[in-house]
């Protein structure tokens, strides 16, 4: 995350539309309570990134790497979250409805069954337990 300063950080999350960076490397940054609502982070590097309560609903995901990111509050409903590495995050309180976890890493990732029932798919994921789910 040598890349970006604080305050560009807070300057990017903070312009309206939805933001457009594919690729983007945001690892280990603070984005607590950010609005990335309908963004496009595909690719994104956002490992260990500080994601408390952010607003991530409709954003595109897929092939995100959120390895040890902190996501507990975060709404991440109808995210794309599609071949996604999300192994050791924390999805605590996170809001996973409609979300589409097909082929995403989950291994020891702390997130509930009942949250999991509320994804749209989760075909292909890898449980936290490291379990694959077929179907």
């Known amino acids: 995350m040598a890349e970006f300063t604080r305050f ?3 300057d ?4 309206g539309g939805p933001l457009w960076l594919p690729g983007i ?7 607590r309570w950010a609005d990335l609502g309908g963004a496009n982070l595909s690719g994104a590097n956002l490992s260990k990134a500080r994601l408390l309560a952010a607003n991530l609903s409709g954003a595109r995901l897929t092939a995100a790497n959120l390895a040890g990111a902190a996501l507990r509050g975060a709404g991440l409903q109808t995210a794309d979250l599609r071949w996604a590495d999300l192994h050791e ?4 309180d996170a809001d996973l409805n409609h979300v589409n976890l097909r082929g ?3 291994s020891n990732a702390k997130v509930s ?3 999991l029932d509320l994804a749209s798919s989760i075909e292909g994921a890898i ?7 077929r179907h």
């Open 104 to 106: 995403a890493d989950l």
């Open 89 to 92: 995050a924390d999805l605590s």
């Open 113 to 115: 069954a009942a949250q």
């Open 127 to 133: 449980l936290p337990d490291g379990s694959l789910r």
């Open 8 to 10: 560009q950080i807070y």
């Open 12 to 15: 990017l999350v903070n312009r």
């Open 25 to 31: 490397d945001l690892s280990e940054a603070d984005l």
